[in-house]
């Protein structure tokens, strides 16, 4: 119980510092690096591709279902969004898809 | 607080809304099979208030990890809020007694709303900024501890739900795919991780890839010629 609250405390105190650290460095007058900047622009698009890897690093390839679940899943979300864009429905038809598929079928 | 800034702020909301009910609920369920009930998630989703975050601290909390793994995971998986505020530092520049709130409330949902706010008058936007954080603060608070509450008495197994996240960073990784020009970082991010997970293992992939991911886009930028 008191390690479940100081882990909450941690993880608590910890975010909210990485939320203030650009604003306590760049918040003054000086203005923004341009490696800063650039950095700030471009890294959220390799950072997503990083959290999907990071979702999905305990899959088993080598064993069935060799990660058929998420891969199918995935994908299921990736059409959705292209189809429609509306991250609702992606995200909520990759859900089902794959709580059916661990459920009924793998 | 002006009637149509309200409704601009809770319009420019709903995506998120829809999301955070979802997301939230599964943590919530999450978090209750793991038998810790609605006062838990209502103290994370209210404190931590970092989607991702929550689930692995989950993770922390059923294990014996110590307090410097878990500052140092927080580390790893929050390090990109610091990127997401460095565009985030002049447009919250004049928000006086208000700024530390919205920094705090930051996250990437958040953020994607109000680095791009609709049209309205300057002197509005602070108002807005407070009521897109403080409208999501909410509704991931609600959702989670719906998530909590209903997670006992559903009728069907929640095997799963917790997909919900993956779903959301591929749904976002797929957004913006399709609205960027430039396919470079996300392949160089999609690279990197992969690479590393291979060579160092699903527990400590993260920091290299990070590291890789940086040197990549100083690399990338150089052979630029430095442009931006």
Redo the contacts between chains.
Sequence with gaps: MN??I???????V???V??????LI??GKRE?P?????????????????????????IGFAAAPFGA??LI??AV??LL??WK????L???G??VC??L???LVF | MKKEVIKKAFVASV?VL??YL??GL?FGVVLQSRG?GAL?SA??SA????G???FV?VE??SS??S?IT??LT??M??????????????R??NTGRA?PYL??A?TDETYSLVCNPPEMKAEDEKSFYILVSALDHIYWIVGSVLGSIIGSVLPF?????D??????????????W?S?K??V??????G???LC?LVFG?DN??IP??LL??L???L??KREG?R?
């Excluded at chain 1, 990485?18 to 604003?23: E, K, N, V």
């Excluded at chain 1, 490696?35 to 999905?56: K, N």
């Excluded at chain 2, 998986?77 to 002049?90: A, E, I, K, T």
């Design positions: 390690h479940a100081l882990v909450i405390a941690v993880t608590s910890v975010t909210a990485l939320r203030f650290i650009p604003f760049f918040g923004t341009a490696y800063i900047s650039y950095l700030g622009r471009l890294l959220p698009y390799a950072v997503m591709a990083m959290l999907v890897v990071y979702c999905l690093r305990n679940p998420e899943s995935c979300v990736a969004h292209v864009r509306s991250s609702i992606s995200i909520l990759g859900t794959y709580m598929l661990v459920q | 995506p829809s999301g979802v997301i599964s810790y838990w103290a994370m404190f931590i208030y970092a991702s975050m929550q601290a922390l909390m014996a990890a307090l878990v500052a927080t580390v998986v929050n390090m990109r809020h610091v990127f997401y505020g460095l565009s985030m530092v002049d919250y520049k700024r920094i705090f930051l197994s929640t095997e799963g739900i997909f919900a996240l993956t779903a959301l960073f591929v749904s976002v990784f797929v957004e913006q399709l960027a430039d396919h970082p996300a392949l160089m991010g999609l990197a991780s992969v997970l699903a992939f993260l890839a990070m991911i940086l990549g886009l100083t990338y930028r430095a931006v």
